[in-house]
């Protein structure tokens, strides 16, 4: 496999490109290239922008000395993902001067990559974002898709809006730096989309384990292309989440519960990360498919020993009550008219929505774990 930059292009009503390659936050001409105008928000956390963000800004200079570029740091973690830092990039931009031509470089994860987007979008009615996704997860989901949002005391996301990027420069060597449980927690989502749709990518997964897990660049890069390739084509054509789209949660309403039910991470305690929670949940998810007779046990079987290959739990924590995960699973914002709306599958690679499904069901597999 060769090293140079992948591309896949996201297409519909504003297309973009995502560029996937060890190195690319150094290469200033690609970086420039999506910048249109003379104003740059940098915006990035307190881990990352020690580690990358003066070879970006270095990068940027050398190839547009005339740029104007401020930045707006932000502490490590969800807890930023605030309305206070959206205010915050939000005076950085007006500091700075920017004009609508400006644009916002988002240099993390997801969390400063949807907190720099709603900015974006709303600066002066919407101006350019460009994501620099530096974990695995934002590379093969964050970044991609459009979807920015703060969150709020009510719940996570509450307040965001759809801006996709102009463009998506991912640099396989960041994730050097990213802890192993960050990685493999992006790698859930990873062998997410094969679950959803592509029965080969779960076998090439099965195969590549070592690779990836060893952080190999050219077993990463041929990972997160695929990934975007996948969210690409399924946004392009549900870009509102109307329908298709939804399949892209397989594994998050019952990941989302337990993520709830645990009250979403305080730092330094044992709970279970997005990722481990929606690999915990894509194994309910297959139970229950097997349980309404959509799918095979051995299907289940199959998804667990690969999760559990890749070292990510797949059974829910202990001291989670079956009731209270199934009242979580009821708020969830996929229901419609208070039937429960999942996402299940009929055997690896095909996933589909089921509308009304029975909570009995859900019930019995949960109190199985
Ligand atoms: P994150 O942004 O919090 O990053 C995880 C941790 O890794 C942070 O502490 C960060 O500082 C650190 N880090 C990042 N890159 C690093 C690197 N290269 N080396 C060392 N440390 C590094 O979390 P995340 O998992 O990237 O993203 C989660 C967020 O993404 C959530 O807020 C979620 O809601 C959002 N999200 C959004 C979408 C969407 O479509 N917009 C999709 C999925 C998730
Ligand atoms: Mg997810």
Redesign the pocket.
């Known amino acids: 496999m060769s090293h140079a930059p992948r591309t896949v292009a996201v297409g519909g009503d504003c297309p973009y490109l995502i560029h996937i390659g060890p190195g690319l936050l150094g290469v200033g001409d690609l970086l420039a290239g999506a910048i249109r105008g003379r104003h740059v928000l940098l915006v990035s956390?307190d881990?990352?922008a020690p580690?990358y963000l003066a070879r970006v800004r270095a990068a940027l200079l050398q190839a547009r000395p005339d740029l104007a570029i401020g930045q707006y740091l932000i502490p490590?973690?969800?807890a930023s993902?605030t309305l206070h830092h959206f205010g915050g990039a939000i005076d950085a931009l007006a500091t700075l001067g920017a004009t609508r031509d400006a644009c916002v470089l988002a240099l993390?994860?997801?969390?400063?990559?949807?907190l720099a987007g709603f900015a974006a979008a709303c600066w002066m009615r919407g101006v350019d974002c460009v994501q620099l996704p530096?974990?695995l997860?934002?590379m093969v989901?964050?970044s991609v898709?459009g979807?920015?949002?703060v969150d709020i005391a009510q719940g996570?996301?509450l307040v965001g809006a759809f801006h996709p990027p102009r463009a998506v420069i991912a640099d396989t060597a960041?994730?050097r730096?990213?802890?192993a449980r960050?990685l493999r927690?992006g790698l859930a989502e990873v062998i997410k989309y094969g679950c959803i749709r592509d029965p080969l990518f779960f076998q090439w997964l099965q195969a590549e384990r070592d690779a990836l897990l060893a952080g190999d660049d050219a077993a990463l890069a041929q990972a997160i292309a695929r990934s975007c390739e996948h969210k690409a084509e399924i946004v392009a054509r549900d870009p509102l989440e109307k329908g298709e789209r939804a399949l892209l949660n397989l594994g998050h309403t019952f990941g989302h519960a337990i993520e709830t039910a645990q009250g979403y991470g305080a730092p330094g305690n044992d709970n279970l990360n997005?990722g481990e929670a929606v690999a915990v949940g894509m194994v309910l998810a297959a139970r229950l498919s097997a349980a309404l007779g959509m799918a095979g046990a051995d299907a289940a079987d199959g998804l667990r020993d690969l999760l559990r290959a890749y070292g990510l739990p797949v059974a829910i924590p202990a001291g989670l009550d079956p009731g209270a995960l199934l009242a979580h699973m009821r708020l969830d914002k996929k229901n419609i008219a208070g039937r429960l709306r999942l996402v299940l599958w009929r055997g690896i690679g095909r996933a589909e929505v089921v509308p009304d499904v029975d909570e009995a069901a859900v019930l019995a597999v949960l109190r199985a774990g």
């Open positions: 956390d881990t990352v580690l490590a973690g969800e993902k993390g994860g997801g969390v400063v990559g949807d530096t974990t997860l934002s989901d964050s898709g979807k920015t949002a996570k996301n960041a994730l730096t990213l802890p960050e927690a997005h």
